[in-house]
């Protein structure tokens, strides 16, 4: 199972693997606090395509094309995360307050499928 989570939400004993998927780590949590069990920021998408969309709801459609595009190069960390996925529970954990435009939301679609 596949979840997706803010990393700023308590944890939860359900939530299994805790992975954060941005590039940048969170502003003001601490690293114990977050209860990360593996950051994947190359997974997250490029510094480019973050800067471009910065959470425009509007840019949302071209966002998920275009890190979708990036995901197909990075398989290897997708075929990892769908793996851990088959052994139990993943939760993505991601920073920004959006949480219906955010890459965890794109990534999650691509490891379910």
Not at 68 to 75: A, S
Not at 79 to 96: I, S
Request: aromatic fraction near 8%; include cysteine; glycine fraction near 4%.
């Amino acid at each position: 199972m596949i979840k997706i989570k803010r990393v700023y939400d308590p944890p939860a004993q359900d939530d299994g693997k805790r992975v954060l998927v941005d590039r940048l780590w969170p502003r003001g949590i601490k690293k114990e606090q977050a209860h990360v069990d593996e950051w994947v920021k190359d997974i997250a998408p490029s510094n480019g395509l973050r800067t471009w969309f910065l959470h425009d709801p509007s840019k949302w459609r071209e966002f998920r094309d275009r890190y979708l595009r990036e995901l197909r190069i990075k398989q290897e960390l997708v075929e990892q995360l769908r793996h851990d996925a088959k052994k139990g529970t993943v939760t993505l954990l991601f920073g920004a307050k959006d949480c219906e435009h955010v890459n965890a939301v794109v990534l999650k679609e691509v490891l379910s499928h």
